[in-house]
């Protein structure tokens, strides 16, 4: 089974300052891994996707995401926040030695909210 | 190129009736999936259509069934509403086979489902 942590409920950051958004997965082999962003009353829009390689990948918008296997995590990051990257930001995961589970699993996601 | 598209964007339900959303996946993709977000929550895998067919299915119930067309549209039908069907129901396209195996995908702005 393959399931993803969103630990925090919500983040606050000062425009200008830097913001983390923290994701920690579970996985029975190697991950892929996902950030999506989603604006009100929109879908989800892709930021970045972690399959191999460098474990610092970069996105649209600025965003980052580190990859830490040791510790099983994925955090999101962006060295200086904007007030229009207040959104609420998913976490997903999937088991690339799965191949017949195509499907995403989703955290429960956290609500970014930076501060004029 | 037209992104992924859903219909109708909301609906409005009684307790017992049925239900028939629709999708039509981004230009050049073969695969569907369909997933719910209830409110507060992440998108949860309702299931994935590849070739006409059921690939892999989450855990919803057999109300919850789906079609997908010579075109690649799907279809999402839901039987029996009950309230707690109230959600977001995304549909997200990507392609099957890609070099690595890792489907991207993208996703519409969804249909919001009320149930009364």
């Known amino acids: 089974a393959q399931s993803v942590a969103q630990p925090e409920d919500q983040v606050k950051v000062a425009e200008g300052n830097p913001l983390t958004v923290k994701c ?4 029975s082999g190697n991950p892929y891994l996902f950030w999506y962003v989603q604006y009100p009353n929109r879908g989800l829009q892709f930021l970045l996707k972690y399959i191999t390689g460098d474990n610092l990948v970069k996105g649209s918008y600025g965003f980052e995401a580190e990859f830490n296997k040791s510790q099983t995590s994925f955090h999101l ?3 200086s926040a904007l007030v229009s990257d ?5 976490c997903a995961v999937r088991d690339s030695t799965d191949t017949g589970r195509r499907a995403l699993t989703f955290g429960s996601g956290t609500r970014l909210q930076v501060q004029p | ?3 992924v598209t859903q219909s109708p964007t909301h609906l409005i339900k009684t307790r017992g009736q049925q239900v028939t959303l629709r999708c039509s996946p981004k230009s050049g993709h073969d695969t569907v999936s369909w997933y719910q977000q209830a409110l507060g929550q992440g998108p949860q895998f309702i299931f994935q259509y590849y070739e006409e067919e059921e690939r892999q299915r989450g855990n919803f119930p057999d ?3 789906g079609h997908q067309f010579p075109n690649y549209s799907s279809e999402l039908n839901v039987n029996a ?7 977001l129901y995304l549909c997200a396209s990507s392609l099957r086979w ?3 195996g890792l489907n991207e995908q993208f996703f519409g702005p969804g249909t919001r489902l009320t149930v009364l």
């Open chain 2, 63 to 65: 109300r919850f069934s």
């Open chain 1, 77 to 79: 990051k962006k060295p």
């Open chain 2, 98 to 100: 890609v070099g690595d």
């Open chain 2, 1 to 3: 190129d037209a992104g």
């Open chain 2, 81 to 87: 509403l009950l309230l707690g069907d109230s959600a």
């Open chain 1, 86 to 90: 207040s959104a609420l930001y998913f």
């Open chain 1, 24 to 27: 920690t997965y579970s996985v």
